[in-house]
């Protein structure tokens, strides 16, 4: 088993794609037929390793069980923690880190997506100890994505995947506190099955009124459903708080520049973690320069992993619908039960009980113009996707 939380399910043949857009760096995977997967990765694999595999099936007739041990060799389960340059860093069952590539061959289940991000669960190929391979990505479990920018069509990026919990960072000040970007974030948590936490930072720092809008956002949230925790990475308040919730799972934290979730990260873990050092020394010379995520253990809280994503600054929500936005900001549910229309959009039809309730003040102004601002860049979004089909 992986040292990682979380079962992964094998992925069959049948359900393998063509991943048809690629992460960085990476070469087009083009699977050939939905023939088994073991067939695949060998006619994927250099003329070399097909005299390899002639060798193979003969010794096959001869003695079974040697065939059965070298498959074992070939194919192995592991974690992608980290991305080094054109390499991805693998933690292997066994706990110890590999250096690995994908190619041709590499099979992928996500399609329209990042064919490996850091999180996934892929199998590959031990050849050497100079050439791993990634043969398959295996489907996700969860995900955080974010729309890749400067892409005409939507393409899915993922920042991380098979986590349990987002953990939304923002601060009372330096920068403001606002409420749609946490907002924004909890579309993309609740789209990619996380559990929500909210972290509002830097409460060292708050004047009075800034605590008291701090408060004012604590209780708004809670009252939704998501725990909220008022922490200060400076004086370490809260913090155990929030070693609490995040124990035992895998989280990622996410939340503009600046509002401190390295230092957030390095209170955590008591040591110096958030954009540096997160990495064993030999994989660290590419994962500075770039920025990539990283997957790492907590001292002492064994199966406790955060995602470090020093490159989520700015976050535009993957394929966000208009149809299916309303559903993500759960408190309007109840009221829209009671709207005229049957599938009210909320936004412009007579007889919207969910606008009334934010007259009534029994929905927050905040809460529904963030759900306002997000519906209109889903409209955009869509006429956009019907113009380039
Ligand atoms: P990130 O971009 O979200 O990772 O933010 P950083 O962790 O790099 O923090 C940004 C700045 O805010 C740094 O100068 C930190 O020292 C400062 N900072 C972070 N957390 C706190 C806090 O709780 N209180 C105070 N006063 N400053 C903080
Ligand atoms: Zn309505």
Not at 16 to 35: R, W, Y
Not at 111 to 118: G, Y
Not at 257 to 280: C, D, H, P, W
Not at 348 to 363: F, M, S, Y
Request: hydrophobic share 35%; net charge negative.
């Amino acid at each position: 088993m992986l040292s990682v939380p979380g079962s992964f399910s094998i992925a069959k043949s049948s359900h393998i794609k063509k991943a048809s857009q690629l992460a960085e760096n990476a070469e087009i995977a083009e699977p050939d037929s939905d023939s088994p997967i073991s067939e695949q990765i060998r006619s994927a694999h250099s003329d070399r390793d097909r005299s390899r595999h002639k060798l193979i099936k003969n010794r096959e007739r001869q003695d079974v069980s040697l065939n059965t041990e070298d498959e074992n060799h070939l194919l192995e389960n592991a974690r992608v923690i980290a991305t080094e340059g054109a390499y991805f860093v693998l933690r292997a069952n066994d706990g110890s880190d590999i250096r690995a590539k994908t190619y041709k061959g590499t099979r992928a289940s996500n399609p329209n997506s990042t064919l490996v991000a850091v999180g996934d669960e892929v199998r590959v190929s031990l050849k050497d100890s100079e050439h791993t391979m990634i043969e398959e990505v295996l489907p996700r479990r969860t995900k955080l994505s974010r729309r890749a920018a400067g892409t005409g069509l939507a393409f899915e990026q993922v920042v991380v995947s098979n986590i349990d919990m987002l953990v939304i960072v923002a601060s009372v000040s330096e920068p403001k506190l606002r409420s749609g970007i946490i907002d924004r974030y909890i579309v993309a948590g609740l789209d990619g099955g996380l559990s929500i936490a909210i972290a509002i930072n830097k409460i060292d720092l708050a004047s009075p009124e800034e605590m008291d809008e701090a408060l004012y956002f604590r209780d708004l949230y809670e009252e939704i459903g998501y725990r909220v925790l008022l922490v200060s990475a400076e004086n370490g308040s809260g913090i155990d708080e929030l070693r609490k919730v995040i124990e035992g799972k895998t989280s990622v934290f996410a939340g503009h520049s600046g509002v401190g979730k390295s230092s957030i990260m390095n209170a955590v873990f008591g040591r110096e973690v958030g954009k540096t050092g997160t990495l064993q020394k030999k994989f660290r010379r590419g994962a500075h320069t770039t920025a990539s995520t990283t997957l790492v253990e907590v001292d002492n809280m064994p199966g406790t992993f955060i995602a470090d994503t020093p490159g989520v600054r700015e976050f535009s929500n993957f394929e966000l619908d208009t149809h299916n936005l309303k559903f993500a900001f759960i408190e309007f549910l109840p009221f829209a039960e009671k709207c005229a229309i049957r599938n009210c959009s909320h936004i412009h039809e007579p007889g919207c009980a969910v606008r009334q309730a934010v007259e009534d003040d029994k929905i927050s102004i905040d809460r529904f113009s963030s759900y306002q601002k997000l519906f209109e860049e889903a409209k955009t979004e869509e006429s956009k996707r019907i113009n380039n089909q």
